[in-house]
């Protein structure tokens, strides 16, 4: 139904699965059960098929039924990325079981945080990952048991996955009698997500099944989704953990794709990868459209298999994203715009028209958007800018256990104020400019630090670059620069001011200075991390100044 300044998604090609998640990957691991490589370890070149994962997922959830778990209890998993990943996760969801996805990399501090907020009785985590699990476990009375989900044999006592499910089931176990449990998909919890917590203390997002399948609506939908045919292989490197990997390569299975995995990114590897693997699709955040751009070593790989690269998880310039298409002779280079709590992206270039310069995309089939005055809530108008907002059944419920922080992002009418300043334009193309909080404030002038990085990585000199505001008792704000200088290049504090100086109005001038860092601290999906940035840089300018 049309409303007067709300930008609707496109009309979908496809309905949403009416059942559950659980129900929806059951049915596709099933009928894509001849795929022998499912998942492959691109360091060891292991293999897991999406027969093996069919059988463990549903051997699991009958295990995790007869241990005495239902929807009342929440099951967690830490892993680095791993083949083994997704059987916990798709048990817990044929079962209706939440489940919390853990930081394999938190600190002791954090990780006891982390699981404080979701309460899991059952933990599944990696060989790598086990020595952790136990030590925060002591802290943990909540936490009861812990299971290893990449081992065939039990670990100091601690049960592996073999182990667990030959205790409820046996050799005559037939996975395609399971049938997963009914419920209804938009009340009942999926996951419970970690927020990146650069907004304010860390918060479980609530994901229901509802969120998920219409997720893998839009990745089977041939103008927002993938382009690449079944058995066809994928490249993994987003953390599973984190929303952009998890519910990225959790949308591959009921497309049947080949997901060719890596744990993190290395460059020569990563191409190595590609190259080795013939493979046809990546989705990566803008560091790594970065180093595609512009590291010399890409021309030693043969990356011809590649024909498509979606970009997420943070703004990517206009530039970088040219110059990657041109240079991998690829049509373009698809981007999307979401949030932990949207369930992935909302936005996204569509295949079937040209992306508009500075445009992140279009809604995508079942999503609203609108754009409000951060000061009256009025929804805007084109090319009129203010907050943005979101309606979904793709949004998340709420914050687990949080009702303040949860009225505090979602309104009465159902919208997600996303805390990010952008427009729309008369086709329904949307711009994001930045992020409400990190604005720089210029003696009243509003400067967007995405604008200014975008530049400084347009420098044939610089190979990264993070812009921040740091206070000023005249001005309010500065606008500030971390660079990151290209191997063997050198530039001038002034050279790099001067050269913004000549793009941009006198506003958005680097009248807070310049450092030059080896790199800039960014979180596993690429997204910088400005309270960092801005601790390096009073600590740069401090040693300039001795």
Excluded at 24 to 34: E, F, G, R
Excluded at 68 to 86: K, M, Q, R, T, Y
Excluded at 106 to 125: A, D, Q, V, W
Excluded at 169 to 197: Q, Y
């Amino acid at each position: 139904m049309e409303e007067e300044n709300i930008v609707n998604g496109d009309r979908p090609r496809d309905l949403v699965f009416p059942g559950t998640a659980g129900l929806q990957l059951y049915q596709s691991l099933y009928k894509y059960s001849y795929i022998t490589d499912g998942i492959i370890d691109a360091h060891t070149n292991e293999v897991i098929s999406y027969a093996q994962i069919f059988e463990t997922s549903c051997r699991l959830a009958v295990s995790l039924e007869k241990y005495g778990l239902d929807h009342n209890n929440v099951v967690a998993i830490c892993s680095e990325n791993n083949i083994h990943f997704f059987g916990p996760l798709i048990a817990a969801l044929y079962q209706g079981i939440p489940m919390a996805t853990s930081n394999d990399m938190y600190t002791e501090r954090e990780m006891i945080g982390h699981l404080n907020i979701s309460k899991p009785c059952l933990m599944f985590c990696s060989k790598k990952s086990l020595p952790f699990i136990l030590k925060v476990q002591k802290h943990l009375d909540f936490l009861k048991k812990v299971i290893v989900i990449d081992s065939m044999y039990d670990i100091n006592g601690v049960e592996c996955v073999f182990s667990f499910v030959s205790r409820y089931t046996d050799h005559a176990f037939d996975p395609v009698k399971f049938n997963p449990k009914e419920f209804d998909p938009l009340e009942r919890t999926a996951l419970i997500m970690t927020s990146s917590g650069t907004t304010g203390l860390p918060k479980g997002v609530v994901i229901s099944h509802r969120s998920i399948t219409i997720r893998f609506v839009h990745s089977s939908d041939p103008i927002y989704g993938t382009r690449i045919a079944p058995d066809t292989s994928i490249l993994a490197i987003a953390p599973f953990h984190h929303a952009f990997g998890l519910f990225t390569a959790l949308a591959y299975f009921p497309v049947g794709l080949k997901i060719v995995m890596v744990k993190k990114f290395e460059g020569e590897f990563f191409l190595k990868t590609i190259q080795n693997y013939k493979i046809a699709s990546i989705v990566v955040p803008p560091p790594i459209m970065v180093y595609l751009a512009k590291s010399p070593l890409v021309d030693e790989y043969n990356l011809s298999s590649l024909t498509e690269i979606a970009c997420g998880g943070s703004p990517l310039g206009r530039d970088i994203a040219d110059k990657v298409a041109k240079r991998l002779k690829v049509h373009g280079i698809l981007q999307g715009y979401g949030l932990t709590e949207t369930c992935s992206a909302l936005i996204l270039s569509p295949n079937d028209r040209e992306l508009k310069k500075g445009a992140i995309g279009t809604p995508m089939p079942y999503v609203q958007v609108k754009v409000i005055d951060i000061n009256t809530g009025k929804a805007l108008g084109p090319r009129e800018k203010g907050e943005i907002c979101f309606k979904s059944q793709m949004l998340m419920k709420g914050y687990h256990n949080n009702p303040q922080a949860t009225r505090d992002a979602l309104d009465k009418d159902g919208w997600l104020h996303t805390g990010d300043l952008g427009y729309y334009d008369e086709d329904r193309f949307i711009y994001v400019v930045d992020r409400l909080k990190e604005l720089i404030k210029y003696k009243g002038y509003q400067v967007a630090p995405a604008e200014l990085e975008n530049l400084l990585l347009q420098h044939p000199n610089i190979s990264d670059a993070g812009v921040i505001g740091i206070p000023d008792e005249f001005a309010g704000q500065l606008p500030s620069a971390c660079v990151v200088l290209e191997p063997g290049k050198t530039m001038t504090e002034k050279e790099v001011q001067d050269y913004i100086a000549e793009l941009v109005t006198t506003t958005k001038h680097l009248r807070g200075g310049v450092v030059f860092i080896d790199s800039i601290p960014k979180g596993p999906t690429g997204k910088l991390m400005r309270n960092e940035l801005r601790a390096i840089f009073a600590r740069e300018q401090a040693k300039s100044k001795l």
